[in-house]
């Protein structure tokens, strides 16, 4: 199976409220998790980043926790928003070399208005 | 302008016929990657050059070709394209050595008959 996954496919959460979208990795050669963001017909987009000698990073709305001892990442945004509305994936990087990126099968968040 | 470009957009074919997806970025990376995207299954990698001389297979590069025409483009074959590679093709560039940030083109919609 794949190394990166998701606990939930698909969340639904009303507008305002927080979402939390979790993540496993099996890799502990990974030295970095990224989020991604993809809207409806569109490419996947950049959200958020974190380092593994980190724990957590906070961006405009969003926060992403890293727990290693149980190789698990979770991205939090606030007061969700209609437009928030998208697949997310996790994605860790191959520190071992390659520095390839390996994504998760994405969650996908529908705001409810 | 769009960063990155892929072309075409959309495109249908019958079986055993060659196709080839373009890609061109101007983000001034060295590395491009191919990625597949099925319903259920994230992002997968095809090939990945690191610059001109350099290509590289993927998780799931059976049944595809790469060139690396120059720095900004890389292009994807199927030289003889079969029902089940039916799917959204991804071209990416990004610096994943020093960040885990790649920019995707907008997607190409292969549907294989």
């Known amino acids: 199976g794949e190394s990166v996954g998701l606990h939930l496919p698909t969340l639904s959460v009303q507008e305002g409220d927080n979402s939390i979208i979790n993540c496993a990795y099996s890799?502990?050669?990974?030295?970095?998790f990224i989020w991604y963001k993809q809207e409806s017909g569109k490419g996947p987009q950049f959200i958020i980043d974190?380092?593994?000698?980190?724990d957590k990073r906070q961006g405009q709305r969003v926060t992403v926790l890293l727990n290693k001892t149980v190789k698990h990442l979770s991205l939090q945004i606030a007061a969700t928003q209609p437009g928030d509305s998208a697949v997310y994936f996790c994605a860790e990087r191959d520190g071992a070399g390659s520095y390839q990126l390996t994504f998760g099968k994405g969650t996908k968040l529908s705001v409810i208005p | 302008d769009a960063d990155v470009t892929q072309t075409p957009r959309n495109r249908i074919t019958k079986t055993g016929k060659r196709i080839m997806l373009e890609c061109s970025q101007t983000k001034g990376h060295d590395r491009m990657y191919w990625y597949r995207q099925d319903p259920g299954l994230g992002l997968r990698l095809i090939y990945y050059?690191?610059?001109?001389?350099?290509?590289n297979k993927g998780e799931i590069s059976d049944g595809y070709s790469v060139s690396r025409q120059a720095q900004a483009k890389f292009s994807l074959s199927l030289e003889s394209a079969i029902p089940n590679q039916t799917a959204l093709y991804f071209c990416a560039t990004g610096d994943t050595v020093n960040t885990g940030e790649l920019f995707f083109g907008e997607g190409s919609r292969l549907t294989v008959l």
């Open positions: 890799n502990s050669a990974s030295d970095y």
């Open positions: 050059s690191f610059d001109v001389k350099d290509i």
């Open positions: 974190i380092r593994s000698n980190m």
